[in-house]
C-alpha cells in the first residue's frame, strides 16, 4: 500500500489510496486485453438484443422472460463494474486507486455476483412453478409477483447476501429434486422429454456459472499455476465468461426466443440455416 502526496499552496494533502502491481509480468499482455475487450462487446450485444427483442414482443413479456431480463441487467452491470476499468490499468498503466475507488468497486462486484446467483435461483423457481404446478403457472407466477421478488431482493440486499452466497447453490439442488420426483409421476416418454428440454436451457446457465468459477479456485488452491499474474488474469476471464455466455445459450436453446431474434435480424434465408445448422448441431 502507497500514499500519494500531491502539493496544493505550498501545503501538503494527502489522498490515501495504492498501486495496483497485477500484470506487471504477465506475458502476452495484448492477449488478456483482446479478449476482455471482445468478452465486454458480446456482452453488451447479447444482452441488449435479448431486451430488445422481450421488449418488442408482448408475447415474450411473461415472468419467465422477466427473470431472463433481469439476468442480462446483471450481466451487463457485472461486466461493466470490472472490464472498463481494467482496461485503462491494462493499457495505460493507470494504476493507482484511491480506497473510495477500490471499495466502491469491491462492493458492486460483490453485488452483481450475488444478484447473478440470485437471478440464476430465481430461474430455477419459475421453472419449478411451471413444472409442478402447470395448470396453475399463470395465476401462480404473475409478472407483478416476479417484479415484487426481484424488487425486494434487491432492496434488502444486506438481508439477502448470506442466503444467496451460501444457499444459492443448495436452491438448485433442492428445486431439482422436486421437478425430478414430479417428471417420475409423468408416465408418457414425451412429456418426460418436453419437461426436461423446459429445465435444459437453465441447467446450463447454472453449470457453466458454477463450474467456471469452481475450476478457477481450484487452481488456484492446488498451486497448479504459479504465476500470480497468469492466476489473477484466469479469475478475471472466470467472472466475466457467463455474463458474456448466458445470453447466447438462452437464446440458441430457448426456440421462441430464437425465433424472435431470427424476425429481428431480417434476413430469413440465413436465419434459416441458423436454425437449420442448430437443429443438426
Known amino acids: 500500500m502507497n500514499f500519494?502526496?500531491?502539493?496544493?499552496?505550498?501545503?501538503?494533502?494527502?489522498?490515501?489510496?495504492?498501486?495496483?502491481?497485477?500484470?506487471?509480468?504477465?506475458?502476452?499482455?495484448?492477449?488478456?486485453?483482446?479478449?476482455?475487450?471482445?468478452?465486454?462487446?458480446?456482452t453488451l450485444l447479447g444482452n441488449l438484443v435479448l431486451l430488445a427483442v422481450v421488449l418488442m414482443n408482448s408475447s415474450l413479456q411473461n415472468p419467465k422472460y422477466l427473470a431472463v431480463c433481469n439476468?442480462?441487467?446483471?450481466?451487463?452491470?457485472?461486466?461493466?463494474?470490472?472490464?472498463?476499468?481494467?482496461?485503462?490499468?491494462?493499457?495505460?498503466?493507470q494504476n493507482y486507486?484511491?480506497?473510495?475507488?477500490?471499495?466502491?468497486?469491491?462492493?458492486?462486484?460483490?453485488?452483481?455476483?450475488?444478484?447473478?446467483?440470485?437471478?440464476?435461483?430465481?430461474?430455477?423457481?419459475d421453472r419449478l412453478i411451471a413444472i409442478c404446478w402447470h395448470l396453475r403457472y399463470s395465476t401462480i407466477n404473475t409478472n407483478l409477483r416476479?417484479?415484487?421478488?426481484?424488487?425486494?431482493c434487491k432492496i434488502q440486499y444486506?438481508?439477502?447476501?448470506?442466503?444467496?452466497?451460501?444457499?444459492?447453490?443448495?436452491?438448485f439442488i433442492f428445486t431439482y429434486v422436486i421437478v425430478v420426483v414430479a417428471v417420475t409421476w409423468i408416465a408418457s416418454t414425451s412429456q418426460h422429454w418436453k419437461a426436461f428440454h423446459t429445465c435444459l436451457t437453465h441447467l446450463l446457465l447454472v453449470l457453466l456459472y458454477y463450474t467456471v468459477h469452481i475450476l478457477a479456485y481450484i487452481l488456484g488452491n492446488l498451486r497448479l499455476i504459479q504465476n500470480f499474474d497468469l492466476y489473477?488474469?484466469?479469475?478475471?476471464?472466470?467472472?466475466?465468461?457467463?455474463?458474456?455466455?448466458?445470453?447466447?445459450?438462452?437464446s440458441l436453446k430457448t426456440d421462441e426466443l430464437r425465433d424472435k431474434i431470427v424476425k429481428l435480424l431480417g434476413k430469413p434465408k440465413v436465419a434459416q440455416q441458423i436454425i437449420k445448422n442448430e437443429a443438426y448441431g
Open 158 to 171: 444486506n438481508k439477502w447476501i448470506t442466503l444467496t452466497v451460501l444457499l444459492g447453490p443448495l436452491t
Open 71 to 93: 439476468l442480462a441487467i446483471v450481466d451487463i452491470s457485472m461486466n461493466s463494474v470490472i472490464i472498463p476499468q481494467m482496461v485503462p490499468v491494462l493499457i495505460f498503466n
Open 232 to 250: 489473477t488474469a484466469v479469475l478475471t476471464v472466470s467472472v466475466t465468461i457467463s455474463p458474456m455466455l448466458n445470453p447466447i445459450i438462452y
Open 146 to 152: 416476479m417484479l415484487l421478488i426481484i424488487v425486494h
Open 97 to 125: 486507486v484511491s480506497f473510495g475507488a477500490c471499495f466502491s468497486q469491491m462492493f458492486f462486484v460483490h453485488f452483481f455476483g450475488d444478484m447473478e446467483s440470485f437471478s440464476l435461483a430465481l430461474l430455477a423457481y
Open 4 to 42: 500519494s502526496v500531491t502539493f496544493s499552496n505550498g501545503t501538503n494533502s494527502f489522498n490515501e489510496g495504492f498501486y495496483l502491481t497485477a500484470f506487471r509480468n504477465l506475458e502476452n499482455k495484448n492477449n488478456l486485453i483482446l479478449a476482455l475487450v471482445i468478452i465486454y462487446i458480446i
